[in-house]
């Protein structure tokens, strides 16, 4: 499903104007980055947690010469689905 997709459903479900809708969607994407960003965990209940995991610096390998390459620590978004998306999908 695309954003637009999305944005038309939402609009549907709502009763928004796909105008509306698109704002709300906006909205809660950017309010979702900004926590993460902060290094805030966002639970939605029924659905699933998005948290930022640290990753350390490692050493991986070059495929097609084979050389060592520094890999550097970052920060990762995780996401772990809900139960209820669990069963919705199962």
């Not at 939605?44 to 947690?49: I, K, N, P």
């Amino acid at each position: 499903m695309k954003k637009v997709e999305l944005v038309e459903a939402v609009a549907d479900k709502a009763g928004l104007t796909k105008a509306d809708a698109t704002r709300a969607l906006d909205a809660v994407i950017d309010t979702i980055k900004d926590a993460l960003s902060n290094g805030d965990k966002v639970p939605l209940v029924g659905f699933g947690t998005f948290a930022v995991s640290k990753r350390a610096a490692r050493q991986g390998h070059n495929p097609r010469t084979g050389a060592t390459v520094e890999i550097p620590a970052r920060n990762a978004v995780t996401f772990k689905a809900g139960s209820a998306l669990k069963d919705a999908v199962n």
